[in-house]
């Protein structure tokens, strides 16, 4: 069964702090890889989207990257406005297209 | 804003009773999604939608049910209602059925009493 476990449950930053947010995953045959991000009571923004291993992409201070068994998020120098929950998820190559999430990363910037 | 709509945004009803929710995708995608997310479970995929066919069925209650119609927006009927089923509701859409991202729509809040 396709799963993935993030890390760590909760992180607290101070403004400016970098850190990176981890996804390992198990699947047959993946598909691709996607971040979101979610804020209280709001519907997950997509982030990114990793194909094969090897993969990075950009997007303003996040960076995500990808291996065979794991992604992670880069954070750099990150302001309060990025506090969120940051949620990653898996589409396997065969079968139904749904996306398999993790529990998320519920990540807090202090100014 | 994601492009997709949800409505309505919040729903309190008693246990026992039925209802639909409403969701209108991106212009253009023919994939609608719907999952669930708890406290406790995180985001629960319930069934897919392809231009109108069933295409994947998750962890999706009987007393639930789901379609897509001719233009492409789609319902979620859950009936029978129980406590257990407060939660929040998604949909998300996507172009087609292969390597595309999903986006989602802001959800709407299910109250059961």
């Known amino acids: 069964e396709d799963q993935v476990t993030q890390s760590p449950e909760a992180l607290r930053l101070q403004e400016g702090e970098s850190s990176s947010l981890n996804c390992s995953y198990t699947?047959?045959?993946?598909?691709?890889l996607f971040w979101y991000r979610q804020d209280p009571g709001k519907g997950p923004e997509f982030l990114f989207t990793?194909?094969?291993a090897g993969e990075e992409k950009e997007k303003e201070r996040l960076k995500a990257t990808l291996t065979k068994k794991e992604s992670f998020l880069h954070i750099t120098a990150p302001k309060p406005e990025d506090s969120a929950t940051y949620l990653c998820?898996?589409?396997?190559?065969?079968?139904?297209?749904?996306?398999?999430f993790g529990q998320g990363t519920r990540l807090t910037i202090n100014p | 804003d994601s492009g997709v709509t949800q409505t309505p945004k919040h729903l309190i009803t008693a246990t026992g009773q039925r209802v639909t929710l409403r969701c209108s995708p991106r212009?253009?995608?023919?994939?609608v999604y719907w999952y669930q997310q708890s406290l406790d479970q995180g985001l629960q995929f319930l069934i897919q939608?392809?231009?109108?066919?069933?295409?994947a069925k998750g962890n999706i209650l009987e007393r639930f049910s789901a379609q897509q119609f001719p233009d492409l927006h789609s319902e979620l009927n859950l009936s029978s209602l129980e406590l257990g089923d407060s939660a929040l509701y998604f949909c998300?859409?996507?172009?087609?059925?292969?390597?595309?991202?999903?986006?989602f729509g802001q959800g709407t809040r299910l109250t059961v009493v």
């Open positions: 998300a859409s996507s172009v087609g059925t292969g390597r595309t991202e999903a986006f």
């Open positions: 699947v047959s045959g993946l598909r691709g």
């Open positions: 990793l194909y094969s």
């Open positions: 998820a898996v589409q396997a190559a065969q079968g139904a297209q749904k996306l398999v």
């Open positions: 212009s253009g995608d023919l994939s």
């Open positions: 939608y392809y231009n109108g066919e069933e295409r």
